[in-house]
Structure formats: C-alpha cells, structure tokens
Nanobody, 127 residues
Framework: QVELRASGGESVQQGGTLRLSCAAS????????MAWFRQVPGQEREGVAS??????????VYADSVKGRFTISLDNTKNTVYLQLNSLQPADTAIYYC??????????????????WGPGTQVTVSS
C-alpha cells in the first residue's frame, strides 16, 4: 500500500511562483510513475505533468498548457515528487492532486494510469 501526501498550495498573485511537494510512503519501491493532476470544481481532472520513477531516465510529460512554466522533479532519496509552478495565471487555480502508478507511459497524461492518489492541495491565483 502506498500513501501520498501533497502540500505547498497557497494563494498567490498572477505571475507568482509556488512549489508543490508530494511525499510517498509505504511500499514505494513498486512505483514506476508519479504525476500531478488538477481539478476545478465541476470540471474533469486534468493531467499536468508526470515523471518516470527511474534514476537512469526520469522521462517527463507535460500538458501543453503548462509547458515552459511548470517543472516536475523527483527526489528518490525522499520518495518525494515536486512541481515547480512559475508564471502562474488565474487559469491555474485548482486543487492539485498527486498520483502514483505501477507503470510509466510517456505518451499521455491520463488519470486511469495511476493507481493511488493523495488528498489535494489548493492553488489559487488572483489577477
């Protein structure tokens, strides 16, 4: 069993930055992927970025809407995935969730590929 705990969400001004963290605990050695998704109430959960849990490769996938602004990274020693959010816009306002999966797929960001989820952290960007 794997548990995920996300943190770092805050209210910021447009153009600001944030760093989200998601710590994994439990049987983490089985994980092959970690990711960030986000959801606005009343809308579908949207993939933001994913990263392969492999120190040799660490492939990443980003949603077009965040490319060049957000960066996903992984600290294997801490079993923690980070999401650096730069140049934040009001459209980035959402609850951000981290997920973890048993496989890595480098061609899509789809929630069904991830087997466990943590509670979300709220990011609010004001104009």
């Amino acid at each position: 069993q794997v548990e995920l705990r996300a943190s770092g969400g805050e209210s910021v001004q447009q153009g600001g930055t944030l760093r989200l963290s998601c710590a994994a605990s439990g049987v983490t050695e089985i994980l092959k992927s970690m990711a960030w998704f986000r959801q606005v109430p009343g809308q579908e959960r949207e993939g933001v970025a994913s990263i392969e849990v492999d120190t040799r490769r660490g492939r990443t996938v980003y949603a077009d809407s965040v490319k060049g602004r957000f960066t996903i990274s992984l600290d294997n020693t801490k079993n923690t995935v980070y999401l650096q959010l730069n140049s934040l816009q009001p459209a980035d306002t959402a609850i951000y969730y981290c997920g973890a999966g048993l496989f890595y797929r480098d061609w899509r960001l789809w929630g069904g590929d991830f087997d466990c989820w943590g509670p979300g952290t709220q990011v609010t960007v004001s104009s």
